[in-house]
């Protein structure tokens, strides 16, 4: 059963708005959240993570809210370029060791 | 350059005819891991090594073998490959400690088996 879930396959956004992803997650014993960027024909990139004591971590124009109680957290893009098109994939893990990646949002940026 | 490498990057080959992905990187990284990307399943974690001789099994590791004889190489093994391993395989690997999760991933080797 999938503990990660991105429920959003795909979003498209104007150029220059903001972009928000989300995810969601089952399991209450991940302590550490991360995002990477995945470009076609490429191994994902490590975009911006949040350890679960915090509920914002921000690194420029990305920033990464985590919702404990929800078990909700969600990557905002602001503001959204066309070189941020790309596949974005929420990952989670409660050790360090074994981490659960969600399905992927597409997000496209149309100029 | 830091980078994490993986020979091949494209294979085919037919059930049953075993088969290794290399997965080298020179970042002196303790931690490994191997993950395959299925459509509609993301990436899904296969095997992880923690430091040389030091390996444990993923979400996914029924079918796979690896080894950790070296710091810097970890080459998942398919002794009996069949059609459902049909993936695209990435390894990873990162500093070890709680401090940095960050994983740096190789391209990619994308696997059929006929």
């Known amino acids: 059963d999938q503990q990660v879930k991105q429920n959003s396959p795909s979003l498209s956004v104007q150029e220059g708005r903001i972009s928000i992803l989300n995810c969601d997650y089952t399991?209450?014993?991940?302590?550490?959240f991360l995002w990477y960027k995945k470009y076609p024909a490429e191994g994902p990139t490590f975009l911006i993570s949040?350890?679960?004591?915090?509920d914002k971590n921000e690194d420029g124009r990305f920033t990464v809210f985590l919702n404990k109680s929800a078990k909700h957290l969600s990557l905002h893009i602001v503001p959204s370029q066309p070189g941020d098109s790309a596949v974005y994939f929420c990952?989670?893990?409660?050790?360090?060791?074994?981490?659960?990646f969600g399905t992927g949002t597409s997000l496209t940026v149309i100029p | 350059e830091a980078q994490v490498t993986q020979n091949p990057r494209y294979l085919i080959t037919v059930t049953g005819k075993k088969l290794t992905v290399t997965c080298s990187q020179n970042?002196?990284?303790?931690?490994m891991s191997w993950y395959r990307q299925d459509p509609g399943l993301g990436l899904r974690q296969i095997y992880y090594s923690m430091n040389v001789e030091v390996t444990d099994k993923g979400d996914v590791p029924e079918g796979y073998k690896v080894s950790r004889k070296e710091k810097r190489n970890f080459p998942l093994i398919l002794e009996s490959p069949s059609p459902n391993q049909t993936s695209l395989y990435f390894c990873?690997?990162?500093?070890?400690?709680?401090?940095?999760?960050?994983?740096?991933f190789g391209p990619g080797t994308r696997l059929t088996v006929l």
């Open positions: 949040i350890s679960s004591i915090k």
């Open positions: 990952a989670a893990t409660p050790t360090g060791n074994q981490f659960y």
């Open positions: 970042m002196n990284h303790e931690y």
């Open positions: 399991n209450s014993m991940f302590d550490y």
């Open positions: 990873a690997s990162r500093v070890s400690g709680r401090g940095t999760n960050e994983q740096f």
